[in-house]
């Protein structure tokens, strides 16, 4: 059950993505039900998948088709913090390289690495549409920073609890 | 209290004002009063289309299709549901002038969606942003209920007795949704692989109902074109290339962003407002339409305007308006190999020519670059990109293979001297 898993608020939330669409197309707001319920858990498991399935009268395959396809969805936990770094050649140019070695010094880790404290996890991004104003990451999938420098890094990251 | 909307500029004048994002800054001067007109006149749908037509709006997604010709082969008289959907994921690397829309002037995308809708016979609309921008997708919302709240969507709107109603739909990470078919499947709650063309979307789009679907920046100029006429649009660019247009500068410049110019405008002059190449380096090569578009060196690049036609005369595409500018300092091989990355990594994997070929450019262009080139590298490369160009269900594949081979063609030497010395010729 959906309700069980997810606060009164996140499935108001995706009630009102329901209403967007025809009323025989409930499918549709499956992007943004896995996305807030996502957002709430920290990641999707497949009950939790199978779970958004039921709320949307769909099969749970067909929902864990979506899941996997669209990269901003976790399907294994990260860290409370995850940051991921756009790398491609416009915020290449503009210095991402510095900043990805800088994040992953800082940090110990890799990309698609969480540090064994849980507390951050790095991936490496495509084009996030913004790229006069790179290097750029977005943290946890939906607040993006702009204009990275070394010294911008250390505090994000440091912010982030 | 302006009547009309200022005419220098088609999307970005707002930024002149102050909350440029704002419903007052927009019907202050003048939005929505294109919308109120035809409401109230009842302006005949074939109008509309022929002032779009003569003002040779060709789509600012990329791929510069004429927008009157694409809004002419929707039936209108179709019974039942139809849609408008306007495409703004924008995930074309170098791309970033769509979202600044959503920051900046929401309320004429609004505006040109509705006026879209009720031109086409549409019942709604979707606006479908992308994954990576979730502010914008908020923002947006929030402008929406603006435009609901001040009664220009939902029932009888501005009591025409007219219904329609516009919604956003959050994509969440895949490039390839920025192709048409791809989105609509992605609408529709499914993975976003793209559909065999014919049937094309005017006769079967979302929900299998006939859709129009238009870049964010061609729907945002609608409204500018039903104020002042196709032919002031037109007259704004040059001939077969209408209006303004915004381009997003990105790389080694001095002051990246967006400019919004008249098409035909060279390529010299946006440089400049751009502050130039950065440090006062020497430029090296352009790629002048977003990373699908073939790079041009620098002296064919400083030779064109900006406008479809001088661009394509010179091998590549304006694409989407967004020039990526790379300085002397930048080694080729490297960067085809995070491009080749991307069309690898974004490949949906439908079709075998482009979800293989696209894997195996990647790892010879990344062994090159690692000093483990092989001498016949180049033209395994160039006979790939001919076995993906024509071979795949939508244009990622020969999106992929665009920037490989004109890397290979123009930069040549560069990658033969990667092969044979296991190292770079320029010092990065």
């Keep these: 059950m959906l309700s069980a898993i997810l606060s009164p608020e996140s499935i108001a939330q995706i009630d009102r993505e329901v209403t967007k669409y025809p009323p025989e197309q409930k499918q549709s707001a499956v992007m943004s039900a896995l996305r807030i319920a996502q957002t709430e858990l920290g990641w999707l498991s497949r009950d939790t998948i199978a779970d958004v399935a039921d709320y949307l009268d769909m099969p749970a395959i067909a929902v864990y088709e979506v899941a996997t396809f669209y990269n901003m969805y976790d399907l294994a936990p990260v860290g409370r913090n995850k940051v991921t770094l756009c790398t491609n050649l416009p915020c290449q140019l503009q210095g991402a390289d510095k900043i990805a070695e800088h994040m992953q010094a800082k940090l110990g880790i890799g990309f698609n690495e969480t540090t064994p404290d849980g507390r951050y996890t790095l991936k490496e991004g495509e084009c996030m549409g913004t790229c006069g104003s790179g290097p750029l990451c977005l943290h946890n999938n939906h607040k993006m920073h702009t204009h990275l420098t070394t010294e911008s890094v250390d505090k994000l990251l440091d912010d982030m609890k | ?428």
């Design chain 2, 1 to 428: 209290m302006s009547l009309s909307t200022p005419t220098d500029q088609v999307c970005m004048w707002t930024l002149d004002f102050e909350n440029p994002g704002s419903l007052a800054t927009y019907t202050a001067n003048g939005g929505y009063a294109a919308l109120k007109k035809i409401l109230a006149e009842k302006t005949p749908a074939d109008e509309i289309i022929a002032q779009v037509k003569t003002s040779a709006l060709r789509g600012r997604g990329g791929a510069g299709f004429p927008t009157g010709l694409k809004w002419s082969f929707m039936p209108r008289s179709f019974p039942g549901d139809k849609y408008i959907v306007c495409n703004t994921d924008e995930g074309e690397p170098g791309t970033f002038k769509d979202r600044d829309i959503l920051i900046y002037n929401p309320h004429q995308l609004i505006e040109g969606m509705i006026i879209a809708g009720y031109t086409l016979g549409a019942r709604a609309g979707y606006n479908y942003i992308h994954g990576e921008i979730f502010e914008q997708y908020q923002s947006w919302e929030v402008a929406l209920e603006e435009a609901r709240a001040a009664g220009f969507l939902g029932q009888n709107i501005l009591g025409s007795g007219w219904n329609f109603d516009l919604h956003a739909h959050h994509g969440y990470g895949a490039y390839i949704c920025g192709e048409e078919t791809s989105l609509l499947e992605s609408i529709e709650g499914k993975k976003g692989q793209p559909r065999f063309k014919p049937p094309f979307p005017a006769s079967f789009g979302l929900y299998g109902k006939p859709t129009t679907i238009n870049n964010t920046e061609t729907l945002a100029s609608i409204p500018w074109i039903m104020q002042h006429g196709g032919q002031a649009f037109l007259e704004l660019g040059k001939p077969n290339n209408g209006g303004s247009k915004i381009f997003s500068i990105s790389g080694h410049v001095n002051k990246p962003g967006n400019y919004e110019i008249p098409l035909g405008t060279p390529f010299a002059t946006l440089l400049e407002m751009a502050g130039g190449v950065r440090n006062g380096n020497k430029l090296k090569a352009v790629i002048p339409g977003g990373s699908s578009a073939p790079v041009l060196p620098a002296d064919l690049m400083m030779e064109c305007t900006l406008d479809f036609d001088s661009i394509s005369k010179a091998g590549s595409m304006l694409g989407s308006g967004a020039v990526i500018v790379m300085d002397e300092t930048v080694c080729m091989v490297k960067a085809l190999e995070r491009l080749a990355y991307f069309y690898y990594e974004e490949s949906c994997g439908q079709c075998t020519p482009c979800r293989e070929g696209t894997g195996w450019m990647y790892r010879i262009v990344k062994r090159i670059e690692h000093g483990e080139g092989r001498p016949e590298d180049l033209d395994e490369l160039l006979r790939i990109g001919k076995n993906i160009g024509g071979h795949t269900i939508c244009a990622l594949g020969e999106a992929a293979v665009g920037p490989v081979a004109s890397f290979v063609k123009h930069f040549r030497k560069e990658f033969e001297y990667h092969i044979e010395n296991k190292r770079c010729m320029v010092g990065q």
